[in-house]
């Protein structure tokens, strides 16, 4: 994606929450009381969560493959019982050591 279309996704996403939060804060404003409240965050929880969704799964995803790497590594230095000295390569095929 270019930059274009990511500055393009970043101002609909913005606009979206500058409406939501606009309309919320005229809503309660208008009917400042206990239930108006209730009624905006139980119309608007989606938004509470999604953030910590939208950041939480990519961040789970990282730290899986940080942790599969790290074991890739350590079974192919007992497999060949390879010095850890070498200099690894991750992104090769089929995991070759390359020497000093």
Not at 25 to 34: D, E, G
Not at 81 to 95: C, M, V
């Amino acid at each position: 994606m270019d930059s274009a279309g990511r500055a393009a996704i970043w101002t609909l996403i913005g606009i979206a929450v500058a409406f939501k939060v606009v309309t919320s804060i005229v809503i309660f404003m208008m009917q400042p009381s206990a239930p108006s409240a209730a009624f905006l965050i139980g119309m608007h929880w989606l938004w509470f969560v999604a953030p910590f969704v939208i950041l939480g799964l990519p961040s789970l995803f990282w730290f899986r493959l940080m942790r599969v790497r790290a074991k890739r590594r350590q079974l192919i230095l007992e497999e060949w019982r390879a010095q850890p000295e070498l200099d690894w390569t991750p992104a090769a095929t089929h995991g070759r050591m390359k020497g000093p």
